[in-house]
């Protein structure tokens, strides 16, 4: 079957820096999304990755490793307003998006 | 408006009633998709719409019924619903393109609630 693992929830403190991590098995592979989901609104789209490597982007970067499955988001210099859900989601071969539950990120001061 | 819109925010209806979920995205896409989000859980796709055709039905219920009437319109239509079909209706939209690799765009979603 198809599975995206991301951790639950994380604490953190204001103007540290976060990785969110998500692992995956999916069949095929074309591309790697984030999204930031705030409680009670829309999920908005932070990245996407399909090449190994880190895309930086601001205070958020995002790494892939397709070998390894693996990838995760870095928060540099968390704000108050970081506080969120994070989603990881694939595009596996049928260009279908597999879903992880989403990280819960709680930034403490 | 701008992006995606979708009406009501919130609803609560009993397990006779009839109700209808909206979703308008102004941003020329030709695809449009409803997820149910619950709690702690991924986000399950249940219907998806190319250039209006409906393209997947990931085994929802009948109670569950789209209607895309146009590229930027998207309706749920609900009826005789269970208490486990409360959650958070998202609606999303995305410019379908050949390869495939699209964003997906969302609606702050409709929160229902079945009593």
């Known amino acids: 079957g198809q599975n995206i693992d991301q951790p639950t929830e994380m604490t953190a403190t204001e103007g540290a820096i976060v990785q969110i991590n998500c692992t995956y098995q999916?069949?095929?592979?074309?591309?790697l999304f984030w999204y930031q989901q705030h409680a009670g609104e829309a999920p908005t789209f932070l990245s996407y990755n399909v090449l190994d490597g880190l895309e930086e982007k601001g205070r958020f970067s995002s790494f892939l490793s397709r070998s390894k499955g693996y990838s995760y988001l870095l928060l540099k210099e968390l704000q108050m307003k970081d506080s969120a859900s994070y989603l990881c989601a694939v595009l596996d071969s049928n260009y279908q998006l597999i879903w992880g539950a989403g990280t819960k990120l709680i930034i403490k001061p | 408006e701008t992006g995606v819109t979708q009406t009501p925010r919130h609803l609560v209806m009993g397990m006779t009633n009839k109700k209808s979920l909206k979703c308008e995205q102004h941003?020329?896409?030709?695809?449009m998709y409803w997820y149910k989000q619950s709690a702690k859980k991924p986000l399950e796709l249940m219907f998806v719409y190319n250039f209006k055709e409906q393209t997947e039905n990931n085994s929802v219920p009948s109670r569950f019924s789209p209607e895309c009437p146009n590229s930027s319109h998207l309706f749920l239509h609900l009826h005789t619903l269970q208490p486990e079909d409360s959650a958070l209706y998202l609606c999303?939209?995305?410019?379908?393109?050949?390869?495939?690799?699209?964003?997906?765009?969302f609606g702050p979603g409709t929160r229902l609630l079945v009593l």
């Open positions: 999916t069949s095929g592979f074309n591309g």
């Open positions: 941003l020329g896409h030709n695809a």
């Open positions: 999303a939209s995305s410019q379908a393109e050949s390869w495939g690799r699209e964003t997906q765009y």
